[in-house]
Structures are given as C-alpha cells and as structure tokens.
C-alpha cells in the first residue's frame, strides 16, 4: 500500500491524506477528543499531516493507539516507529507521511503542538466519513 517515491506528488497528497482520514476515523472509533488534523506540506519536510488528539486517561490514549495501528495494518500501512505506549500519557505514532500524537490532556497543553504549527492549514473533516 506504501507508495514509492516514483510516485506522482499528486498520488502521494491523495495517499497520505487518505491514510491521515483513516487514522483520525479509527481515533474517533475509541472517542478521541479534540481532533486536530494539520496539513505540514510546506511547513515541514518530516511529514504531510500531523494528526494531533486526546484521551480522557492513559488507557483511552492507549486504546486510541491499538485503534488506528489495526486499521492501518489492515489496509497494509505498517508503522515506522512509535514512542510512548507505555506510559499512555504522549504516543507518536509514525506513518511517514503522517504523525499521529495522541495526549492526555495536561500533555496536549503543555507541548502546545496547535500553537507551535499555527501555520499549518487545519482540514475539515467530517466525522465518519466514508473514506474507504
């Protein structure tokens, strides 16, 4: 599922921002709160979309994660890296094109991602969209 990088830019934006939808579907799936979906092309060179959300404890944050990692698995999109399950108060989820953070809410404060890429277009989004 994983394009290469011969693909078309065209290709890659459709791709990415499908896999950013179906990450924030299978958040929304486990009552994420607060979903912040950022366009970074342009703003950054790490990656398409951030996708930023919060659970109401440690196992919810959890939980968001196991989420969006199976519904990815199934459509074939491995992750990359992740950082912070443990602990459940901050996880970073790496898809390359996409970065899901998924906090506890005095986390989410804190680090203040929203205002640090206040820059980046925020997409709309409607919740349980159908995007395939």
């Known amino acids: 599922m994983l394009h290469s990088k011969s693909s078309s830019p065209?290709?890659?934006?459709?791709?990415?921002?499908?896999?950013?939808?179906l990450c924030l579907n299978a958040a929304l799936e486990k009552k994420a709160l607060d979903p912040v979906l950022l366009e970074m092309r342009g703003l950054?060179?790490?990656?398409?979309?951030?996708?930023?959300?919060?659970?109401k404890s440690d196992r919810q944050v959890q939980a968001i994660a196991r989420s969006i990692e199976e519904t990815l698995e199934k459509k074939g999109i491995r992750i990359l890296g992740?950082?912070?399950?443990?602990?459940?108060?901050?996880?970073?989820?790496?898809y390359n094109d996409v970065v899901v953070h998924i906090f506890l809410e005095p986390t989410r404060k804190f680090y203040d991602l929203e205002g640090i890429w206040m820059d980046?277009?925020?997409?709309?989004?409607?919740?349980?969209?159908?995007?395939g």
């Open 44 to 55: 950054s060179s790490v990656t398409d979309y951030f996708l930023l959300c919060t659970g």
């Open 120 to 131: 980046a277009p925020r997409i709309e989004f409607i919740p349980g969209a159908d995007i």
């Open 82 to 94: 992740q950082e912070g399950r443990a602990q459940g108060k901050w996880i970073l989820m790496d």
């Open 10 to 21: 065209e290709d890659m934006a459709t791709d990415s921002k499908t896999k950013s939808l």
